[in-house]
């Protein structure tokens, strides 16, 4: 069993930085590919990146822009989303994942692990 816990989120302006963390406990964690995903009322779960269990691997959707990195700290149990030049279209609730999938987990019914999720707000 794996735990994960989000923070960082918040409300800030359109052009602003945000760096959302992921802390997680039970199990050793570079064991674990993790991915961030996002998800607004109404609307499916969202991939956003993903990160291999050593951190030599990334993964990102055809879409991205390269405004978000992933990254992580195997010594303190901690996947990060950096997220940089913000758009109110970034508003959702983000949710970190893990898997012991090996290679790119690019949807969530590949993940075995979800935490709460945390709320990001882009005003404009």
């Known amino acids: 069993q794996v735990q994960l816990v989000e923070s960082g989120g918040g409300l800030v302006q359109a052009g602003d930085s945000l760096r959302l963390s992921c802390a997680a406990s039970?199990?050793?964690?570079?064991?674990?590919?993790m991915g961030w995903f996002r998800q607004v009322p109404g609307k499916e779960r969202e991939f956003v990146q993903a990160i291999s269990g050593s951190g030599g691997s990334r993964y990102y959707p055809g879409s991205a822009t390269g405004r978000f990195t992933i990254s992580r700290d195997n010594a303190k149990n901690t996947v990060y989303l950096q997220m940089n030049s913000l758009k109110p279209e970034d508003t959702a609730v983000y949710y970190c994942?893990?898997?012991?999938?090996?290679?790119?987990?690019?949807?969530?019914?590949?993940?075995?692990?979800w935490g709460q999720g945390t709320q990001v707000t882009v005003s404009s």
């Open positions: 039970g199990r050793t964690f570079s064991d674990y590919a």
């Open positions: 994942a893990a898997t012991r999938r090996a290679g790119a987990a690019l949807t969530q019914s590949e993940y075995d692990y």
